[in-house]
């Protein structure tokens, strides 16, 4: 059972091995792995059922109690059962295009089914991405009955001239074509019956009986073979789509695919992102520019980063595509190399840019009102975050023309201005610009952990390992964002090919897990055995949580104090503990729990504390010590009931 | 090519409305929460009062949602408040982002303590996410004097798509001559951009 990220490569690698040696024997693999995943969930209503039927024997010689036992694990498998099988596929997001707007189109995919053999495609939807996709999505859920959609993404459409985008419908039909996507339904609809089922089971000891060991052991078992089987798709439907455009043009469609690609990314997109800062809104028109600059060629240096881009690309365990250099030589033209450097094969000629593009052949008059409607699409979906980037980098603006002007090296400033400058020069001018400011802070003040974690950040974005040194000394050193460094160096390693290094900080983060879940319990115990320390709140902090205490009617008195942790000490563990006035009847005012959580909700501290409310408080000898400590009691409303005297006590919240 | 909002109004007709009894029993129907019954005395009541007069006499208008019960932000199956902000002016349909930027400035309101008797009005609503007002109109000073209403309105998941809060822009359906109250038009009058838009 592959636990770790390693692992799991390992057994894909294993895997796909296996599957192009005798891919028969692994698509029934697959089947089998399938069967006994949707079979299981009847099997574990069966066995509950034989061990209800069994307690019911004992009844009449016993007690009823056997068989009531017995029925509630039934009942809750049933119940799961019923709640994973009613598992709902979301119809795909497009704008939908019907044969009468776009015939040429639709006579064209009429062409490539006919000779594909392939069922036909029920709805074709248009996205605003650079991509093409299918989905089936079956009418009468676990019974089938599959209505097939067809993604076409229009800057694809703006892109590509005709020939390469029929290649891109023969692979999308290949997939239909070869019932790919109906059988990785089934793999998907396994995976997604046994999450819902144990999820809907909860922490029900009776009913996850035995199941905890099958779920444990199928879903990683499962989950590697569903991703071997993805990718031997992709190579099968890129085989029968060469058998029927030719695999030049298969060959020059991949290159030409990731060149679009890469043109909108790179130079489109960052060219968008630039407008942020001169613009408050977005552009209305982007797809009709968009469709100017795909027609023009590509720059001979965009066009060289480009294809550099595309022959680094490595095969990886995240995407079930091959890569495209893998992709090319499985359709006979490999690489090859000269010196040092890897270039395309000499005899694919690959295109500049389109003479005519396929939008223009294929979708006819309708391609102006598609345009339209993505340029409005596009500008509603977006309109929200543009906006607000905007306003947020004017306001850096703001601020960095307000600062005095100095240098980065200005020995004058202290860390606090030059991190103020740092985050402002970040969102105006962009990282470069930051990252000698955000290092002269680190000077400054070595131990500044929202520097450290930026940098880190900034640093791994632009694939430099340097990030790594920063965020691991957020993780010594800065115990609330450990655990999120961890994570971003995990994610970081794992993409880049270094599993076994990224295995080293699952197994961090997992002992981390831990101590913190024992530092919480420390945190959460309140006993006279505890040490107890006055508070070192300012006054101002003090004064502000008085207000807003005040402001909730049920508090009548407020405890504030510091608990010595033994780990994490570091952190200090401040407590309040808040008495509340609740009527005796609970329906007839909020609940001890409501209170707490509205005090949670509404009062905002510098510092966090653990709240502990208390109906009524009982416990004498906590309330003496903590008298005892001079400033703990901070809030105390007027005509306050005296507390009665009694044991313990009360709720938590964090 | 028209104007998203006009879409939305093209696509429910022009006042006065006829609907089936399927359109009512069906995507139209708008049943109080049951957390709502227990509050007889609820200003949110005038929006079931009215929500015939809504659909059949309402003029469609964009508006903004300032804040709103976070559990319309994730799947779920109740039914939640929320503030929006709306103007029977028709610079704003053309002109949305220019409320969505009001609609930001407002909750930046929340929580603190203004001169103005008027702002403070509003950050001590927005403050209060308990506190109900179906008309107040937003200070002229913050709205370059367009008439911009703040009101509650009750989100119905079924009438957005996915039944998720996923944007703050929404069409709205008023009649201010007859009620304050509002209510979200239902996705199956949405055009296929804002409904793209929203899915995406």
């Known amino acids: ?145 599959q209505r097939n959609y067809l993604l076409i993404g229009l800057p694809m459409l ?28 089934w793999v998907e609809r396994a995976h997604q019956a046994w999450q819902r089922f144990m999820e809907h089971i909860g922490e029900n000891k009776g009913a996850r009986f035995g199941l905890n060991w099958f779920f444990n052991w199928y879903v990683p078992v499962l989950q590697p073979h569903a991703f071997v089987l993805a990718r031997l798709h992709e190579i099968d439907a890129d085989r029968f789509a060469a058998t029927l455009t030719g695999a030049r043009t298969m060959a020059e469609t991949l290159v030409a695919s990731h060149l679009g690609a890469y043109y909108l990314k790179e130079t489109f997109g960052k060219g968008l992102q630039q407008e942020v800062q001169a613009q408050a809104t977005p552009p209305r028109d982007l797809f009709h520019r968009m469709r100017t600059e795909l027609w023009q060629p590509l720059s001979a240096e965009d066009r060289a980063a480009a294809i550099a881009q595309l022959l680094d690309e490595k095969t990886n365990f995240l995407d079930p595509h091959p890569s495209t250099p893998d992709r090319l030589a499985q359709l006979g033209f490999p690489s090859t190399m000269l010196g040092e450097r890897r270039e395309l094969p000499a005899n694919l000629a690959i295109a500049d840019s389109p003479n005519e593009t396929a939008a223009t052949i294929l979708l006819g008059s309708a391609l102006e009102p598609l345009l339209a409607t ?18 947020t980098m004017v306001e850096a603006q703001e601020q960095l023309s307000r600062l005095p002007v100095a240098d980065a090296e200005d020995v004058s400033l202290t860390a606090a201005d030059l991190w ?71 994610d970081y390693l794992g993409t880049h090919g270094l599993a076994a290094d990224a295995d ?88 001890e729990e409501k209170v707490g959580l509205e005090i949670c909700n509404r009062v905002k501290t510098k510092q966090d504390f653990l709240l502990f409310t208390v109906a009524q408080f009982r416990n004498r000898a906590l309330l003496t010590r903590w008298k005892q400590l001079g400033n703990a009691l901070i809030y105390q409303r007027a005509a306050a009931p005296t507390p009665p005297a009694g044991k313990e006590q009360h709720a938590v919240y964090h | 090519m028209p104007s ?55 003029r469609v208008v964009w508006a903004c949602v300032v804040q709103a019960n976070e559990v319309l932000f994730g799947p779920g199956k109740f039914d939640a408040p929320a503030m929006a902000i709306y103007s029977p002016d028709a610079y704003f349909d053309d002109h949305l982002e220019d409320l969505l930027h009001l609609g930001t400035r407002l909750f930046a309101l929340k929580g603190t303590q203004l001169q103005d008797p008027e702002e403070q009005r509003f950050a001590e609503i927005i403050s209060n996410e308990r506190e109900r007002a179906m008309r107040l109109r937003v200070p002229d000073a913050m709205t370059d004097g367009h008439a911009v209403i703040s009101t509650s309105i009750m989100v119905h998941r079924r009438h957005l798509p996915d039944g998720i809060l996923v944007k703050r822009m929404v069409p709205l359906l008023i009649h201010p001559n007859t009620t304050p109250a509002t209510i979200i038009l239902p996705s199956r009058y949405w055009p296929p951009a804002l409904l793209y838009a929203w899915r995406r």
Not at chain 1, 158 to 182: K, P, Y
Not at chain 1, 548 to 567: D, G, P
Not at chain 2, 4 to 13: H, P
Not at chain 2, 19 to 41: E, I, V
Request: glycine residues 4%; proline residues 5%.
């Open chain 1, 504 to 591: 080293r900080y699952a197994e961090w983060a997992e002992t981390r897990v831990q101590q913190l879940q024992q530092a919480q319990a420390e945190r959460q115990r309140l006993t006279t055995s505890e040490t107890f320390l006055p508070h070192d709140w300012s006054e101002d902090d003090v004064a502000s949580l008085q207000r807003q205490l005040a402001a909730i009617s049920e508090v009548s008195m407020a405890y504030l104090i510091r608990k010595t942790v033994i780990l994490f000490p570091e952190k200090p563990c401040y407590i309040l503990a808040v008495m509340l006035k609740l009527p005796w009847l609970t329906f007839a005012g909020k609940s």
């Open chain 1, 374 to 391: 993505l340029n409005e699409a596009w500008w509603l979906s977006r309109v929200d975050d543009w906006q607000s980037q905007h306003y």
């Open chain 1, 420 to 490: 103020i400058r740092a985050k402002a020069v970040l969102e105006v001018s962009g990282p470069d610009a930051a990252i000698p400011l955000f290092e002269c802070v680190l000077e400054a003040d070595p131990r500044h952990m929202e520097c450290r974690y930026l940098l880190g950040q900034v640093f791994l974005h632009a694939a430099n390992i340097a990030g790594i040194d920063h965020l691991r000394f957020i993780m010594e050193y800065d115990v609330d964002h450990a655990l999120d460094a961890c994570r971003i160096i995990y």
């Open chain 1, 1 to 145: 059972m592959p636990h770790s990220r390693q692992q799991y490569e390992q057994r894909i690698t294993r895997l796909e091995a296996d599957a192009r040696r005798h891919p028969a024997w692994f698509n029934l693999q697959v089947a089998l792995l399938v069967a006994l995943g949707l079979l299981a969930i009847p099997f574990a209503i069966l066995c509950s059922l034989i061990v209800f039927l069994l307690a019911c024997l004992t009844v009449v010689s016993r007690t009823a109690y056997l068989a009531i036992l017995a029925l509630q694990p039934l009942a809750a498998r049933i119940a799961a059962a019923v709640y994973a099988v009613r598992l709902q596929l979301s119809v795909p997001n497009g704008i939908e295009l019907r044969p009468d707007e776009a015939p040429r189109l639709f006579e064209l995919l009429e062409e490539l089914t006919r000779q594909l053999r392939a069922p036909r495609f029920h709805h074709v939807l248009i996205t605003d991405e650079f991509s093409a996709s299918m989905v089936q999505l079956p009418r009468l859920g676990p019974l089938g009955w």
């Open chain 2, 4 to 58: 998203t909002i006009d879409i939305c109004r093209e696509f429910l007709g022009s006042a006065p409305r006829n609907f089936t009894t399927a359109d009512w029993r069906g995507g139209l129907r708008m049943p109080p929460p049951r957390w709502l019954k227990r509050m007889r005395k609820d200003e949110l009541w005038e929006i079931y009062h009215h929500r015939k007069e809504l659909l059949q006499h309402g």
């Open chain 1, 158 to 185: 703006l892109g590509m001239d005709s020939g390469h985008f029929t290649a891109v419908l023969a692979h999308e039909l290949a997939h239909l074509s070869n019932q790919h996507s109906r059988f990785s339904l």
